[in-house]
C-alpha cells in the first residue's frame, strides 16, 4: 500500500489509487552518463534534484557506471540539494547526504533562494530533470550567477486508462476528493476521466500544481502547506474540517474556497 493510501485510511478516507502519469528513461542516456562522469571528477560543485524519479534514474546509472551514486558525490567533494523532503529521503536511502533543503515550501523558487543563499560564489551545478520540468530552478540560478548544466534524463507520459469501474465511479460523483500531485496530473484527469463533478473536492500539492489546475478552469478547494504526501492529505482533512464538508455535497458560498 503506498504511502499516501497509508495516510489517508488514517485520517477515515477511503483510497482509491489511480496512476493517471509514469516516468519512463530516456533511450539515449549517454548525456547523464557523460554528466555523472563529469560531477565524480569534480567539475561540478552542486547536485541539484527536484524529483524522486530523477533519484532513481540517477542511482541507476551511478551504479552501472561507478561505484554508486554515494560513493561518486563523496568522492568528488559535491553538495547536494533537495527540492523538500521525500526527494531528500530517496537520495538519504542511497546513502547522499542532503545539504540544503528550502526551510518552509518545497517549490523550485524557494529552492533558488535556498542555493543562493547557502552559496553566494555562483558556482557551476548539475540539474538533472523530467522532459516537463520547468525552467525555473535552471534560470533561477542563471539568472543569479550560476552555471547550470540541466540534461533531461527522464520523461512522463500518460498512464494507461482508468478500469471502467474507476471510470463510472468518477462519472457518478462517488468520488469524494482527488488529491493531485502535479501539472502533468492535472491534464491527466481531465484526458482520461474529464472534470471533476462538482461534489469532488480538488486538492493539490503546490502553486504550479495549482497554476495548471486555474488554467484549465477546475475549482480548486485546497492547497498543500508542506509539498509532500502527507501535506497533500493533510490539506485534505483540513478542509473537510474546516468548512464541515459532507461527502458529496458540492461546496457551499460559505465554504472557504479559492
Known sequence: MSPAAMALLAVGAEPLVVPLVRTVPLDDLVPLDDALLALGAGWYAWLTVTSQAAVAVLAERAAAHDDGLAALVARAGVRVAAVGPGTARALGALGVPVDVVPPVRSTAVDLVAALVAADPSAPRALFPRGDLAAGTLADGLTDAGWSVDDPVVYRTVPAGPPDPQVAAAWAAGDVHAVLLTSASTVRALLD??????????????????????????????????????????????????RTGATPGTPPTPTEDTP
Not at 508542506?226 to 478542509?239: I, N
Open 192 to 241: 482520461h476521466l474529464g472534470p471533476p463533478p462538482p461534489a469532488t473536492r480538488v486538492v493539490v500539492i503546490g502553486p504550479s500544481t495549482q497554476a495548471e489546475a486555474d488554467r484549465h478552469g477546475l475549482r480548486v478547494d485546497a492547497v498543500a502547506g508542506r509539498q509532500t504526501l502527507a501535506g497533500l492529505v493533510d490539506a485534505l482533512a483540513d478542509h473537510v474540517a
